[in-house]
């Protein structure tokens, strides 16, 4: 019998975050591939779009009108998914076999920037610290909101995730249900840390940071307070998650050095997408911050995620079909393959080596 080995059988990795399994089938990217791999056109867009329901001064739907603002701007969905009013909880509401159950949130947008032609890998870290700052502010305060037992920070980005408008934006979801992502990473950080008394991810990173010692692992990029790598598990080709160096729950808890840090690790590892197929790297992002329900998260780690679709150029994505949404997610690429790529880019943005 063969020896087994990563780089060459197919293989089920755990995902120590989610309790869920990967299949690995780093045999078949042996397969002819006979795809182009094109390139996009150069995009160009202006500072400011008139027709931007996003840019300073513009109007949104129903009628209001955005500030002049010059760094973040933050402002109510005015398409909220959830809403904040209260809901008598009918006695009707659900049985064994038909279960639902009120839920209320507050959703909000937050413009990056006022210019409409950046992205995170082109602005400026000193602007990005200024991102940082919105989402630990409306952590803060929508966390306080005695009904908010969680808030989820995210970007969806890129027309291929379903973005509606490429001025830099993202949103903030804070709900009265804690989700079902974070519930699952609740479970497992929280059971890891009974069994070892130890956080998962810090000894995840320690494996990782070995790893990388030894000429090898799944570190894309690090800095004094943070580490980007592709996690052992991966499922999307280029996923990455962002880890802190120390326990930190939530964005809120981030020192001023730490918070500058993590705008630094947050243009280098998008400057370093956008450089692997000279695109505009679509991706949806979040961070998952322990909830604010007011109970105790033994073993919760602040963490980002990067969840980007591209495959194998800039048009060429990932789809989960098939098996993996009747059986479980599969991936070719093994994830060491994935950093060893993120790894040789340039953090000069393709667009400035013009
Ligand atoms: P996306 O690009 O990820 O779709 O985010 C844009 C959000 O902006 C979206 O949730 C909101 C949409 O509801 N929106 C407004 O709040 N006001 C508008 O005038 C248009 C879009
Ligand atoms: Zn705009």
Not at 44 to 61: E, F, H, K, V
């Amino acid at each position: 019998m063969e020896r087994f080995d990563l780089t060459e059988h197919a293989h089920r990795r755990f995902n120590l975050l989610t309790g869920e399994w990967v299949l690995v089938s780093p045999h078949r990217t042996k397969r002819p591939w006979q795809g182009q791999v094109e390139k996009l056109p150069p995009e160009t867009r202006p500072a400011y779009d008139p027709t931007c329901y996003l840019c300073p001064g513009n109007s949104r739907a129903g009628g209001v009108s955005n500030p002049q603002y010059t760094s973040t701007f933050v402002f109510d969905n005015d398409f909220a998914a959830l809403l904040p009013n209260d809901v008598a909880a009918g006695a009707g509401a659900g049985s064994d076999l038909l279960r639902a159950e009120p839920t209320r949130g507050i959703c909000r947008v937050l413009c990056f920037s006022p210019r409409h032609d950046l992205t995170l890998a082109e602005m400026e870290r000193e602007d990005l610290r200024k991102v940082v700052d919105a989402w630990a502010q409306q952590t803060e305060e929508l966390g306080r909101e005695p009904f908010i037992n969680y808030v989820q920070v995210f970007e969806n980005r890129g027309a291929m995730m379903g973005a509606s408008n490429p001025h830099p934006h993202g949103q903030i979801w804070s709900t009265s249900a804690v989700p079902v992502e974070p519930a699952k990473e609740a479970r497992t950080q929280g059971e890891y840390f009974a069994h070892h008394g130890r956080h998962m991810l810090l000894d995840y990173l320690r494996v990782e940071e070995e790893a990388a010692r030894a000429g090898g692992g799944r570190i894309v990029c690090d800095n004094a307070h943070w580490v980007a790598l592709v996690p052992f598990w991966a499922v999307w080709p280029f996923e990455t998650l962002v880890l802190p160096r120390r326990v930190v729950t939530a964005l809120p808890e981030l020192t001023g050095d730490e918070r500058d840090d993590l705008a630094d690790i947050l243009k280098r590892l998008t400057t370093r997408y956008d450089n692997v197929f000279e695109v505009s790297f679509p991706y949806s992002m979040g961070w998952h911050q322990q909830p604010t329900d007011g109970q105790e998260y033994p073993g919760w780690l602040l963490h980002a995620h990067f969840y980007p679709p591209l495959l194998r150029s800039a048009t060429v994505r990932k789809f989960m079909v098939g098996f993996e949404m009747l059986g479980e997610p599969q991936r070719d690429i093994p994830a060491e393959a994935a950093a060893a790529r993120l790894r040789e880019q340039s953090e000069v943005h393709y667009r400035a080596q013009r």
